[in-house]
């Protein structure tokens, strides 16, 4: 996977897997580490189900909220928020604060972690740095994995320039739901 990340050449990883091998695990592990780093990013989750993309997401927001506290950013809602996890400058709507008119947020990471439906336009135009497609070869009609990464892709490549990555890693259902477009994809990628 890191070499994926590293390799400026390269949108992502596709990676078929036995069960418990800990993919979805290793994956966290990257994005508790760039989205606490890096700034103006968005990292996405989507899976087989909703339900299971929100799954992916507890376990990423879990991490975060068990760093010690001088490794966690600082938190623009709540650090416990079911939906997504946002580092950026908390709201003060104090009088004080209005009379102010600080709007400046330099000082912060500006980066959201969130999870969509696992719907074939998940994520559709918006510039992903990180994008975990879990369990794509377990996506059934109307899901289809092609189609959805025909539509993600686009947002990892700028002008030519790969910019964000997008990590897929499954076991395959059987063929009729969801395993051969995975394998379509995989035998296609280069």
């Known amino acids: 996977t890191l070499a994926c990340i590293i390799d400026k050449r390269c949108v992502g990883e596709l990676f078929v897997k036995g069960r418990r091998t800990g993919f979805t695990e290793e994956i966290i592990d990257y994005f508790v580490t760039y989205s606490t780093s890096i700034k103006n990013a968005l990292f996405g989750i989507t899976s087989k189900t909703g ?10 927001s879990y991490v975060i909220q068990n760093l010690p506290f001088f490794f966690q950013p600082i938190v623009k809602n709540k650090i416990d928020d079911k939906n ?7 709201s003060d709507n104090t009088k004080e604060a209005k009379k102010k008119q600080d709007t400046q947020t330099d000082d912060y990471l500006n980066t959201r972690v969130d999870y969509q439906a696992s719907t074939t336009l998940a994520y559709d135009s918006k510039k992903l740095y990180m994008y975990l497609a879990d ?3 377990k996506r059934e009609k109307p899901q289809n ?6 539509n993600v892709k686009p947002t990892m490549v ?5 910019v964000g990555k997008c990590l897929m890693g499954s076991t395959l259902n059987p063929k009729d739901k969801g395993g051969k477009e995975f394998e ?6 280069d």
């Open 51 to 60: 339900d299971d993309a929100e799954a992916v997401f507890l376990k990423y």
């Open 84 to 90: 997504k996890m946002e580092f950026g400058k908390v």
């Open 135 to 137: 369990e794509s070869g």
């Open 145 to 150: 994995i092609i189609d959805h990464y025909n």
């Open 184 to 189: 379509d994809l995989y035998v296609g990628s």
């Open 158 to 162: 700028q002008g030519g320039v790969v």
